[in-house]
């Protein structure tokens, strides 16, 4: 069975999006772990920490939260 691992906080500019990139990356590149990483974020900074374009994503969160997929 997988662990899950939530980082939330209602303010801002606390380091959430930060911390979360970077503890997924570890977890998936040094420790060989599966990562699913979930951004609720409507900036996309976790996207675009591993370089990706959020605006070029074809479904969002809320096309599966409303299965739209």
């Known amino acids: 069975m997988g662990r899950v691992i939530a980082i939330n ?3 801002g ?3 959430k999006s930060s911390l979360v990139s970077n503890l997924g990356g570890v977890l998936g590149k040094e420790y060989n772990k599966r990562v699913l990483l979930i951004d609720t974020d409507g900036q996309g900074n976790t996207a675009i920490a ?3 374009n959020p605006d070029e994503f074809k479904n969002t969160l ?8």
Not at 63 to 69: G, L, P, Q, R
Request: proline fraction near 0%.
């Open 62 to 69: 809320y096309d599966v939260i409303f299965s739209k997929v």
């Open 13 to 15: 500019g606390q380091g």
């Open 50 to 52: 591993f370089g990706l």
């Open 9 to 11: 906080n209602n303010k």
